[in-house]
């Protein structure tokens, strides 16, 4: 099963935004998951922030195979195990430990690590991570702190997340180590408990196009 696992560059080339979802009822995720695709928009990232969340990753996993979920919020190695199990194809975490580390490579799963700072970045770089959040990327300068970030190193592709919005996530998307964005927009907390799944379809529509 792991030798098929798509590598964390592949899958954040799949579109220029991931969404960022927090599920409070996992009977919801199924048909989130259906709009967002149906939108164009196929990597999924289920944050492990509610005690939904991994059964909301488990039924979009079996029932949406044009999905790609992962797990966020991925804090310690215990949540590495259970995200795997229910059938997370990648994970992501707003930061970095050794241990976070060590239990991703132990499991040979995908991860997509956080950093906020150039030292943050370099020591990712080092432990093989060419691939990497920028994190809170609003609060922690934004797309002038990842151009500056891309002078000295080129090599890191960013998929920046935190205080983007529909309206500025085309100002990141056009800086060159930038490989997509993430966020929570595309499904309003409002939409999803109201099963607006139109407005999410169209959300995603919008950012699906943004680097048409
Ligand atoms: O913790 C925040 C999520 O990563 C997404 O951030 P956002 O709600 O600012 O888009
Ligand atoms: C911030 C984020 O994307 C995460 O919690 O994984």
Redesign the pocket.
């Known amino acids: 099963m792991t030798q098929s696992r798509m590598t964390v560059a592949e899958i954040l080339a799949l579109g220029p935004v991931i969404p960022?979802v927090t599920v409070g009822d996992a009977r919801g995720a199924v048909p989130l998951a259906r709009a967002l695709v149906e939108g164009g928009v196929r990597v999924i990232e289920v944050t492990l922030r509610t005690p939904a969340a991994l059964d909301a990753i488990r039924r979009i996993a079996a029932e949406v195979p044009e999905a790609v979920v992962g797990a966020?919020t991925v804090l310690g190695a215990d949540q590495v195990e259970a995200a795997l199990e229910a059938g997370a194809a990648f994970l992501v975490s707003?930061g970095a430990t050794e241990a976070l580390v060590a239990a991703a490579r132990r499991a040979a799963a995908p991860l997509l690590p956080g950093a906020a700072t150039v030292s943050e970045a370099m020591r990712l770089l080092e432990a093989g991570f060419a691939c990497q959040k920028f994190?809170p990327a609003a609060a922690a300068g934004g797309t002038a702190a990842l151009a500056a970030i891309g002078a000295p190193l080129p090599q890191i592709r960013f998929c920046p997340?935190?205080?983007?919005s529909a309206a500025d996530a085309g100002s990141y998307l056009r800086l060159p180590n930038v490989a997509c964005v993430?966020?929570?927009?595309l499904t309003p907390a409002e939409a999803v408990a109201a099963g607006d799944w139109g407005r999410v379809r169209a959300l995603a529509q919008a950012a699906a196009a943004l680097r048409a």
């Open positions: 960022v966020g707003p994190f997340t935190g205080g983007i993430g966020g929570s927009w």
